[in-house]
């Protein structure tokens, strides 16, 4: 297939990438700046907010692959460009040009819209999609982790410095970054058991992980038994504003994403898991936690 692909230069998108190339398939790529060539994926110099790039993207393609967004932000109104215009507009783009193959990556979060503005945006950006004419199927993936994310990685380094700050209470499905992108091709030839369908995806334990033995077995990764310290919806918010004061913009713990942490229920719902016939995960999570904590390791990250 000819595969049009937003994110592509982000974390998720880069393992997709890989993945669609080993697989045959070719790639055109929605990135900001020029990126380095690549055998098998044309990059197309924009973003989503540039009609004529994104008409360009789209063009005599076989399906869209929407994986961009805004995920963290101290501007509110970033997540409404990002989440829920520059889905619209990709959307548009699509229908112009007639391609009918839309899977769009969503988030957990849009399941509880009310809890932070990130959620919201993308509970509007499934909106946008849904309500196309658009053969479209929506992905919402719980924590992602593996080697190349900056996210999850605050937590493999607060375990190598002993102590892990989680919600106080509370569980949280996760999935490894390979396993979300060989979903994400699973899903790209339309069939009746896809088209239209929202899919919760997990690494296939039951009921989650509780924060604390998640961030156990990110210790056990990492060689260390660390100290877990829950904290309240209340210490959470005061860790956004530590967090806020002493990097800025660059902060990871905002305001926004500690109301929705403090969410005691973030794992994948049994009702809206992948077909097994289509997809399964294939990474054991403590294996992957492990190989993760290594890449790290060999990067120099730590």
Known sequence: MIIALTGGTGFVGRAFVDHALAAGHQLVALARAKQVPREGVEWII????????????????DAVVHIAGVVNTPDPQGFETGNVLGTLNLVEAALKEGV??????????AREPGLSAYGASKARGEKMVKASLLDWT?????AIYGPNDKDMFELFRAARWGVVPVPGEGRASVIHVDDLARLLLALLPSDEAVSHM???????RPGGWEHRELALAIGWAVGRRPRVLGLSARSLRRAAGIDGFLRGKGAKMTADRASYLSHPDWTGDPAASVPPSIW???VETRTGLKATADWYQEQGWF
């Open 46 to 61: 924009g973003d989503l907010e540039n009609r004529a790039a994104l008409a360009e993207l789209v063009r005599d393609v």
């Open 100 to 109: 009918r193959r839309f899977v769009h990556v969503s988030s957990l979060s």
């Open 138 to 142: 929506v992905v919402r993936p719980p």
């Open 198 to 204: 929202v899919f919760e995806p997990d690494d296939g």
């Open 280 to 282: 399964e995960s294939q």
